[in-house]
């Protein structure tokens, strides 16, 4: 088994993809195979760190305490005569600190979902077409099509998963794979299979290239979004896409 299909098939047993006979039988492999055993190490790596700097809920709590924080250090209660429970607070005199925490709270809350609103402007290939290919919807591609077409993309993988597994050289299945694991937060297995996927001469070469430059975006990568939107060049579909997002991350 190739690095590239064991990646996948750690992402397949760690997202809950697998039957049980087959996560069984991966759990057994596991037992032996240190190379499996290092892959599944990094990947859980991999997701933990990228699930403490997406996670949306930490964020917000993380906001909420430094507004907290600041409030207590910042300010104080001046209990006005009795007759009344209402408090004024009075700024103490460090108003140069309060702009710059100000502006780094505010920093976080706006860049936060800065880089995700780019993603969705600049993304592309929102429609799996593959009827003109004679692949009907009652087949597997077809129904990965139809969920994919839906934005049921989680739905969409488990489908594209087994197919590219069975087929890795399919440009057209590799493709619309690694978009459903870009959508589904599994940027860096996206990536592998992209990669190889822009090294061949289909013609998803400069598409591959695009949306490896839109998973780092979507993580907040933006240098190495920057590497990758370089690679298309002139004359190519997305490039004009490619160079309106290099002077907005520039």
């Keep these: ?25 991966f759990e057994a492999q596991l037992q032996t195979d240190t190379e499996l055993q290092q892959i599944l190490r990094e990947y859980e790596d991999i997701h933990q760190t990228l699930k403490m700097q997406l996670a949306p809920d930490a964020q917000d709590q993380q906001v909420q305490q430094t507004l907290q924080q600041f409030n207590r250090e910042y300010f104080k209660a001046e209990v006005l005569p009795q007759k009344t429970e209402a408090k004024v607070f009075s700024i103490k005199p460090y108003l140069k600190w309060i702009s710059i925490a100000a502006v780094l709270i505010i920093g976080l809350l706006v860049w936060a979902p800065w880089s995700a609103d780019l993603y969705e402007q600049y993304a592309i290939s929102r429609q799996m077409s593959v009827a003109e290919r004679g692949i009907g919807q009652e087949e ?22 087994r197919q590219y597994m069975e087929n890795p050289n399919y440009p057209l299945l590799s493709y619309y794979f690694s978009i459903t694991l870009v959508e589904t937060g599994q940027g860096y297995e996206a990536r592998t299979v992209l990669m190889k996927l822009h ?16 998973s780092f975006l979507k ?31 520039n």
């Design 1 to 25: 088994m190739m690095n590239e299909e064991k990646l996948l098939t750690v992402a397949r047993y760690l997202e809950g993809d697998m039957e049980q006979e087959e996560k069984q039988g």
């Design 219 to 249: 993580e907040d990568k933006n240098n190495d979004a920057l590497i990758w939107l370089h690679k298309i060049p002139e004359g190519t579909a997305n490039y004009n896409k490619a160079q309106e997002l290099i002077a907005r991350l």
């Design 199 to 214: 090294e061949g001469e289909s013609a998803f070469k400069y598409d591959a290239a695009y949306y490896v430059a839109l």
């Design 140 to 161: 597997p591609l077809g129904q990965a099509a139809t969920l994919f077409n839906k934005k049921d993309y989680a739905a969409a993988r488990k489908i594209l998963q």
